[in-house]
């Protein structure tokens, strides 16, 4: 016990000593960071490793389903694509009949040039790509005079790609769509025209059909010219009207033939229009019945009207004796 408080009162005195030669640690500001310290696990102390932290989630691609507008536009443009068709060959050139609005589809490959013959005396105005970064797109010209004939001349640089051309010349609109193979590729394409023959048709046929009689068995001292023709005045005006007690005959300028025909409606009276079934011979409308008054009518902003009216002249003309 004695020796317990001797120890005790030696470390009273010693502290004071102890204090005053221990080195001086100066105070950190309060603000200040205080350093971590790595501290070491002592050997054999099981090694905790922190949990990896959670990967953010990649957003998915919203999925945007097509609108009923683009539906009806690619059943559109699907309806009204032409593929190259086996009986349409000729040697190697694809013919395609032309209509206006149809898609042509073009089936070209890299290395190879696909001829466009266009119609022959038929002139180019313009030609317009979607693509023309990884396609090469000219035109040429063979032929003269009335035989002188436009190529567009189209290759693409990779397979596998697709554009559109639109070629306009003074004559027509043609709407091609382009897809490139890796090597197998149209050499040239060319269209018939089934309405410029129609129209080539209709044209050797006129003058036969103009030296034709308007009708057979007419009775000259049987005709009535007690019409009135009156309203609008356009180039189709007709010259006059006349009947033979069963058919009334129209007769119409020379012209006719090269505008458009003006259909013709019978007016009862209370003013409603009825369309009326005729026959175009030559320069008349042939209507297989009388009436009182018609009209005819041609035009949608500006509608050019032209009345017929049955008056009471009875009389006939007759030939002069």
Known sequence: ???????????????PALAQNAPTIPALPANAAVPSVAVAAPPGAPVVSSPPKAATPVPRRRHISPSPAELRVRAANRAATLEPATGAYLNAVQVFPYSEGAIYHVLTAPGQVTDIALQPGETLVAVAAGDTVRWVIGDTTSGSGDTRRTHVLVKPFNAGIATNVIIT???????????STVRTAMSALSWTYPQDALIAL????????????VASGLAVDQLHFGY?????KPVWRPLRAFDDGRQTFIQFPASLGESEAPPLFLVDAKGNAELVNYRVQGRYYVVDRIFDAAELRLGLKHQDVVRISRTGETASRRRPS
């Open 202 to 213: 209709k044209a050797a046929a006129e003058p036969a059909r103009a030296a034709q009689p």
């Open 1 to 15: 016990m004695k020796t317990a408080l001797l120890a005790a009162m030696s470390l009273a005195f010693a502290a």
């Open 169 to 179: 010349t003074d004559r027509r609109t043609y709407h091609l769509a382009l897809s």
């Open 228 to 232: 009135a023709i009156t309203g609008d």
